[in-house]
């Protein structure tokens, strides 16, 4: 479906120069002198990279049709990660390149959002915060407080997170998966 400068939004995914992008920013500008043009900030689907682009105002370019399905992540092999679809059960075996940062906070039954592009799979969204066990960090010391300091964990997925000083190991916590922080303690 072709669409033009005008159709932008944030978050609209273009093909544009042989690539997908989704559009992260976005301005419409009228110089005084000059004709108008709209200033794009562009993340490739495929590698991530943010881009800048330059588009004169009314250009048309294709709407990339993204389709987001449903699936349960069942387990690891090697450097593969194996995801069932919930609604047709069928298989895929992804690897932790078109997963990203999201793959070091799936554990087993964990659902996800795979981002497909006709056939083509774009990348893994996973949920942004997940709950998790800290299986190892060094001990709290009496006295610690919420706001005293900050210490690593290792969590049940193998992930490495900064928690504060009065957690201690088999604690469950949340943590964001975008930032990769330390958010709460959970109650079991």
Excluded: C, W
Excluded at 92 to 118: P, T
Aim: aromatic share 6%; proline share 2%.
């Amino acid at each position: 479906m072709a669409i033009s400068t005008a159709d932008f939004r944030t978050g609209l995914t273009i093909e544009t120069g042989g690539g997908i992008y989704s559009i992260v920013r976005f301005q419409h500008v009228k110089p005084g002198k000059g004709g108008a043009f709209v200033r794009t900030k562009l993340r490739n689907r495929r590698t991530g990279a943010v881009t800048d682009k330059t588009f004169r105002a009314g250009e048309r370019m294709e709407q990339a049709l993204i389709v987001r399905r449903s699936m349960q992540f069942l387990y690891r092999t090697g450097q593969d990660y194996v995801f069932m679809d919930t609604e047709t059960f069928d298989q895929e075996s992804l690897s932790a390149d078109v997963i990203g940062e999201g793959a070091k906070y799936l554990k087993s039954d964990a659902e996800a959002s795979v981002i497909m592009h006709g056939d083509e799979i774009l990348g893994v969204e996973v949920a942004n915060t997940v709950d998790l066990v800290v299986t190892k960090t060094d001990p709290g010391l009496r006295g610690d407080t919420a706001t005293g300091g900050s210490k690593p964990a290792t969590l049940e997925t193998g992930a490495i997170v900064n928690v504060p000083l009065f957690i201690d190991e088999q604690d469950m916590i949340r943590v964001d998966t975008r930032t990769g922080e330390y958010v709460q303690r959970v109650s079991s």
